[in-house]
């Protein structure tokens, strides 16, 4: 009787698996990779919810190809060992046609090496160290502006702002450093001068050593390059230690919202780069669309703080679903051809791929706008550009 | 002994798990009473948030001290862990005192935990680092030892913080392991052990 029973469950549980393996067939499969844990847990999070607004939006408007787009969503743990693992469990395991990740700027450079061996294409949305699309992987396809194209922006305004000589304080990673670097040399070309360039450990905490330098040093300004979680703990710091130089953010992934309800008073009067603002939907590229991200977000119950992130896991899927609709199968090689002949409309700018890096192995490029926002008493202010 | 480390490595990686479905990845703050402003002193700038953690933690070092070398529950835990099996011919009933170092130890680290959490902010995995730092501080004080261990927090404060503002801010959190390679080169048993035999 018990070996019956057994042998029973045993046979519908084959059965199940047999079914559920049978309906999977009729949706495509996209994998996503984010910091869902970690330091750089709530930009991941942010990511990985606008993301499935996306699938969820072109779901209901039918799919992709008369089939569902299924998200298949990993963990990279803010790792770079840890997203590599995953990229590949999805390639092997999920078989995955093409994939968006990997947030930070270590993380998708870890991932490269398998895209080449697996040749599947990828959607770089967050990461913005010039690496990425320079060293001729002609699998990457990036919506997210590089450090150097953020520092041209920058450029453009730089001089109003009246600059002396800047410190900088970043992340010690390719991300961080990358943008000390690019930033450092637009500096040089306006005739600013460089002063500390400071590092600081991902998942650090205490930033007093860094920061008590930089505040004995004769420099006016603060550039400071790390996500929301990592920028909350150095306003406070720096506020405790009385640093009275003007703060400059770079790199997209500081969720003001977030900073003004963790960092409190400390938060005031700085100023940040980002790439989309939801404080402000008319300005941006589509006011439409962005309204209607906007909505669905709300209505979700998202944080507002992660807007200012998620609409690039929503751009991102979007392209994603553009280039397989334009490839007319879920193959990974028509894919890779596909996004080269695409042009969706994004949330801050129009998202066309051009080459970049090495003849021959080009890596393709989109170049959104970026948007300056200051802090000041506790509210987001957008500046007359 | 067996049942109870399994008890416990089951506690260690779950509560890391529970934490993170419970509430989630993204970093919390906490609000303290404190105001925003530090309290400055000439060139020095101190946040009154931690002058108040200094203090409390002074205090909870300085009765975890009086309860180990001044009370009879301190004198069984010394006793046991000079010499568990002879203690337990003592008449100390060697079970409860691990026990209650055990929820001792774990009461400690929570006050710390909550200490730390409005100075920094709250993670599932905000524990990992100063686990860390207190292995290193634990070769350092050597092992049993409050008074080596409290000195041994302050060398490695010292340390960090002299590395980051001096050598290299990016290996701020390596100083600690760099602390544990040099004592164990050098006196494994930790700076300040005492020449008892243990265990």
Same mark, same amino acid.
Do not use: C
């Given at each position: ?58 779901? +209901? ?86 450090? +150097? ?237 | ?199």
């Amino acid at each position: 009787m018990r070996q019956y029973a057994s042998k029973m469950t045993l046979a519908a549980i084959v059965l199940a698996a047999g079914v559920t393996t049978a309906a999977a067939q009729d949706s495509i499969k996209v994998g996503v990779i984010q910091p869902l844990t970690g330091a750089f847990a709530a930009s991941g999070n942010y990511v990985a919810n606008g993301a499935k607004i996306a699938a969820d939006e072109i779901n +209901a408007k039918g799919g992709v190809l008369g089939k569902k787009l299924e998200l298949v969503i990993e963990d990279n743990k803010s790792n770079p060992t840890e997203a590599a693992a995953v990229a590949e469990k999805l390639i092997v395991r999920d078989k995955v046609p093409v994939m968006m990740g990997a947030w930070g700027s270590g993380f998708t450079l870890a991932i490269m090496p398998k895209l080449m061996e697996y040749k599947v294409p990828m959607l770089v949305e967050t990461s913005s160290a010039g690496k990425i699309t320079t060293s001729g992987n002609p699998y990457i396809f990036r919506i997210s502006p590089p450090s +150097a194209v953020e520092a041209t922006a920058f450029a453009k305004i730089v001089d109003r702002l009246k600059i002396g000589k800047a410190d900088f304080l970043v992340v010690n990673n390719d991300w961080g450093r990358g943008a000390a670097e690019d930033f450092g040399k637009m500096f040089k070309e306006h005739n600013i001068k460089v002063g500390l360039v400071e590092t600081m450990d991902p998942p650090a905490q205490d930033m007093s050593a860094q920061l008590a330098k930089i505040k004995a040093s004769d420099a006016d300004t603060l550039i400071i390059t790390t996500a929301v979680e990592q920028l909350t703990l150095i306003f406070k710091q720096a506020a405790a230690l009385g640093l009275k130089k003007r703060i400059i953010t770079t790199g997209g992934s500081q969720n003001p919202d977030q900073l003004i309800e963790q960092a409190g008073a400390a938060a005031n009067d700085t100023t940040h780069i980002t790439f989309f603002t939801p404080w402000n939907p008319n300005v941006s590229a589509d006011p439409a669309m962005a309204k209607a991200f906007i909505e669905e977000w709300k209505k979700r119950g998202y944080p507002f703080a992660g807007l200012t992130e998620s609409f690039r896991g929503y751009d991102g899927i979007r392209t994603i679903a553009a280039a397989i609709t334009k490839a007319g199968k879920a193959e990974p090689e028509a894919i890779r051809a596909a996004f080269w002949q695409i042009e969706v409309p994004g949330m801050n700018g129009k998202i066309k791929f051009e080459k970049a890096g090495p003849a021959g192995q080009e890596s393709g490029q989109s170049n959104p706008g970026i948007y300056l926002i200051k802090i000041e008493n506790g509210k987001v202010v957008l500046p007359n550009a | 002994m067996d049942q109870f480390l399994q008890h416990l490595l089951n506690a260690v990686m779950l509560s890391g798990t529970y934490a993170l479905l419970l509430w989630g990845g993204v970093a919390k703050a906490i609000v303290t009473p404190f105001p925003e402003a530090p309290l400055v002193v000439g060139p020095v700038s101190i946040s009154w948030l931690r002058l108040f953690v200094l203090a409390a933690a002074l205090l909870l070092i300085g009765a975890s001290y009086l309860l180990i070398h001044r009370t009879k529950l301190g004198k069984a835990m010394r006793a046991t862990f000079q010499d568990a099996e002879t203690a337990a011919l003592m008449g100390v009933n060697i079970k409860g005192i691990f026990t209650a170092t055990f929820a001792i130890g774990s009461g400690l680290a929570a006050a710390a935990g909550a200490l730390l959490g409005p100075v920094f902010l709250v993670t599932p995995t905000m524990g990992d680092l100063a686990s860390l730092k207190a292995f290193a501080i634990v070769i350092l004080g050597g092992l049993g030892n409050i008074t080596g261990a409290t000195i041994g927090g302050f060398i490695l404060a010292f340390v960090e913080e002299i590395g980051a503002g001096y050598i290299s801010s990016g290996y701020r959190d390596a100083m600690g392991f760099l602390i544990i390679i040099v004592v164990l080169l050098f006196k494994p048993t930790g700076l300040f052990a005492r020449a008892e035999r243990i265990g």
